[in-house]
C-alpha cells in the first residue's frame, strides 16, 4: 500500500509542476492598440531591440543603408601571396576579438578578410585551383565564429589558413 501511495503522491505532483508550467496568454483583442496582446520581450523584440518608428509605410524612394558604415574604400595592392599574408594577419586576431580580449571589432575585421579574399580569388583560382575551395572553408569558418561568437572556430580557421598559405607559397 505504501508504494502505490508513493506513486500516486509522485505522479500528482508532476501534474502541478507541469501545470504551473504553462503559458499565460491575455486576450485584449477588443483593444484598438494593435500592440495590446503582445508581451514585453515581443514589444522591445528581445534583448534590448525596439519597434520600429510608428510611420510604418513602405519606403518608394531612396537606398536603405548603414549612416555609419564607411564610405570609401581602399583598393587592395600586392599579389595574391601578400594579401593573403594580411589575411593570416587579421584572422589571427580574430579569436581574441570575438572572446572580448581584443579591440571588440570583428565585424570589421571579417569584413576585411572577406573583401581581401574576394580580390584574390581570381588570382587564385588561376594559380592555384586546387586551394581556393579550402580557403573559402577558412573564411566562411571565420564569419561563423563571428557570427555565432566562437572563438575555437577562430582559431581553427587561422591554423587551417597557416596551412594553406604555407601550400600557396611553396614553404610547405
Do not use: Y
Amino acid at each position: 500500500m505504501g508504494i502505490k501511495m508513493c506513486v500516486s503522491t509522485a505522479a500528482l505532483a508532476a501534474v502541478a509542476v507541469l501545470a504551473g508550467c504553462g503559458t499565460t496568454v491575455v486576450d485584449n483583442s477588443d483593444s484598438d492598440d494593435p500592440t495590446a496582446q503582445l508581451s514585453e520581450a515581443e514589444l522591445t523584440g528581445g534583448e534590448g531591440r525596439e519597434l520600429a518608428e510608428s510611420d510604418t509605410s513602405p519606403l518608394t524612394t531612396g537606398v536603405i543603408g548603414d549612416p555609419g558604415a564607411p564610405t570609401t574604400t581602399i583598393p587592395l595592392e600586392g599579389s595574391a601571396a601578400e594579401v593573403l599574408l594580411e589575411i593570416g594577419i587579421d584572422m589571427s586576431r580574430l579569436s581574441a576579438e570575438v572572446a572580448g580580449d581584443g579591440d571588440g571589432d570583428e565585424d570589421a575585421t571579417i569584413a576585411r578578410i572577406e573583401t581581401s579574399w574576394a580580390a584574390i580569388t581570381d588570382e587564385i583560382k588561376a594559380s592555384h585551383p586546387e586551394l581556393v575551395n579550402s580557403i573559402q572553408a577558412t573564411i566562411d569558418m571565420a564569419r561563423t565564429a563571428v557570427d555565432k561568437n566562437r572563438p575555437a572556430d577562430a582559431d581553427k580557421a587561422f591554423s587551417l589558413l597557416n596551412d594553406l598559405i604555407d601550400k600557396f607559397t611553396g614553404d610547405s
